[in-house]
């Protein structure tokens, strides 16, 4: 059960991280005129588990602010993936 928690954590850690950089770029590339990353690739990244780097991303480079899929969608699924691991947490006691 602790290998499987350490997988756990590692993999979020990593998938957050990643998802914040992303959000960043994708930031860059916009300010540039570029072709950008999708709006649903973003908003995967949020729902496979990085959702607080997503949250983050969105806030400190201010990108996707305005649009109610990321205002709401985002929180939202922060809000299932915290639920998710409280209950996870209880029933493994």
Known sequence: MK????ILV???????VVT????????ALAKRHRRR?????LLTLA???GSAGALAG?????????HAAFVYGV?????LQLAAAV???LMSK
């Open 37 to 41: 990353v999708s709006e649903a690739a």
């Open 3 to 6: 290998l499987f928690i350490l």
């Open 10 to 16: 590692f993999y979020l850690v990593a998938v957050n």
């Open 47 to 49: 729902a496979i588990g």
């Open 75 to 79: 929180p939202a699924l922060l809000a």
């Open 20 to 27: 914040f950089f992303v959000y960043g770029y994708d930031k």
């Open 87 to 89: 209950a996870a947490l």
């Open 58 to 66: 969105m806030y400190l480079w201010r990108h996707k602010t305005r």
